[in-house]
């Protein structure tokens, strides 16, 4: 069955300091693989996406994250933390398994800055 | 573009009292999902719809049911509120394309007392 495992429900980071995020799946195909944040109070929103190509995908706010096949992994970066970057970060997958269509979400990780 | 919007945005209710959540998109999108966000659980997928006249169950739908009468709409109903689903709701619909991102709405804030 297909899962997504967000390690870490809290991260805590300088401001300035590196942010590492991490998201491992399971999928027995090959997975189209998302990024969201949610600012309090607020929906979701893309933050970046992995569909084919390059691994190393680049999304707003300065965020990347890179699509390690060997390691079912989709971990999200960002070299420098800023304030603003307090938020909750939710990792999804999206596979097609038996002629039906699944989107899952992580239980996400929130992610707090320290000044 | 409003994107997709939810109504209302709060609401207070009592066990047993009964109402209906609206979500709407501007966007023509097939696929429509309702959610409920609890403190450590992440978003849990209620029910969802893969085009109009269509509804399906996702992973927690006991107690709740839908419509998809128009396809810019999506309506939650809770016929006979429990304080367990105090909770926040959200909308979202995307493409019918894999790799299309799901867009949310704001949210609503439902308190069952």
């Known amino acids: 069955a297909q899962s997504v495992t967000q390690l870490g429900s809290h991260v805590s980071v300088s401001e300035g300091a590196l942010v590492l995020l991490r998201c491992n799946y399971s999928s027995s195909v090959p997975p189209y693989l998302f990024w969201y944040v949610q600012y309090p109070n607020q929906g979701l929103q893309l933050l970046l996406k992995?569909?084919?190509?390059?691994?190393l995908v680049k999304g707003i706010n300065g965020f990347e994250a890179e699509f390690k096949k060997s390691e079912t992994s989709f971990h999200l970066t960002k070299p420098s933390a800023h304030m603003s970057d307090a938020a909750e970060y939710f990792c999804?997958?999206?596979?097609?398994?038996?002629?039906?269509?699944?989107?899952?979400f992580g239980t996400g990780t929130r992610l707090k800055v320290l000044a | 573009n409003a994107g997709v919007t939810q109504t209302p945005k709060f609401r207070v209710l009592k066990t047993g009292q009964s109402m209906t959540l609206l979500c709407a998109q501007d966007m023509n999108h097939e696929y429509m999902y309702w959610y409920r966000q609890d403190p450590g659980m992440g978003l849990r997928l209620i029910h969802y719809s893969v085009g109009e006249g269509t509804t399906a169950k996702g992973e927690v739908p006991d107690g709740y049911n839908v419509s998809r009468l128009k396809k810019q709409n999506f309506l939650l109903g809770l016929e006979s509120a429990a304080p367990s689903q105090t909770s926040v709701y959200f909308c979202?619909?995307?493409?019918?394309?894999?790799?299309?991102?799901?867009?949310f709405g704001p949210g609503t804030r439902l308190t069952v007392l």
């Open positions: 999804a997958v999206s596979v097609l398994t038996s002629g039906t269509y699944k989107y899952i």
């Open positions: 992995y569909t084919t190509g390059a691994t």
């Open positions: 979202a619909s995307r493409t019918d394309l894999l790799d299309n991102e799901q867009f």
